[in-house]
C-alpha cells in the first residue's frame, strides 16, 4: 500500500513539476498523494489552479512591496534583509525575481496571517484517509530550485513548518522528508 504522500513545490520550477507529476497518477493512488505549491507569483498560480484541479495553491505574497512587508517585520529588516532600496518598491505578487530573501520575507508574513490553510488541510486530508491509523509514516516530498528566487528562499522555512504541524497538529513521531533540487 502506498504511504500517505505530500508533494510540494516551491517557486516557479517546483511548482510546474509537482502540478504535471498530479496527472500522472492513478485514481486509486489519488486518495493517498496530496499535491501542494507554493509560490509568490499570482499569474502563475492562478494557472496553475485552472489547469490542475488536484493540486491546491499557496500564495505567499499579496500586493505589497517589500518595504512594507519590512516595515511589517522590522526583526527581518534589522538583523537578515539586504539594504537595497530598489528591491523595496518591488511588489511581490510578481515573483521573487531571484532574491530568496524576498520569498521567506513573504512567507513568514503569510504564516502570521495564517494563510497556509491549503497546505494544513492537504495534510489533515492524508489522516482522514481510514478508521484505523496507517502503518507508514508520511512521506513528504519537496521539489524546487536552488538557483534563488521564490522556491529557493522557501525550501527551509517551509520544511520547519510542516515538521512542526506534523508534530504538534497531527501529533505523529516522525515523517520521511526528501527533496529534489534543480541546480542553477
Known sequence: ??????????????????????????????????????DTDLNELSRIKKEYPF?????????????????????????????????????????????????????????KKGKLEELDNAIYDLYKLESTPSTQVLRVIIVSTVAGGTGSGLILPVSMYIKQFLKTKIQIPGSISRGFFLLP
Open 55 to 111: 493540486v491546491r495553491t499557496v500564495q505567499t505574497s499579496t500586493n505589497m512591496t517589500v518595504g512594507d512587508y519590512l516595515h511589517l517585520d522590522e526583526f527581518t529588516r534589522d538583523n537578515s534583509f539586504p539594504i537595497n532600496p530598489n528591491l523595496y518598491r518591488k511588489t511581490l505578487s510578481e515573483g521573487a525575481g531571484h532574491v530568496r530573501a524576498i520569498s521567506h520575507l513573504a512567507l513568514v508574513t503569510a504564516i
Open 1 to 38: 500500500m502506498l504511504a500517505p504522500t505530500l508533494l510540494v513545490g516551491l517557486g516557479g520550477r517546483g511548482s510546474d513539476i509537482v502540478a504535471k507529476i498530479s496527472t500522472m497518477i492513478t485514481k486509486e493512488q489519488r486518495g493517498r498523494v496530496s499535491f501542494v505549491v507554493f
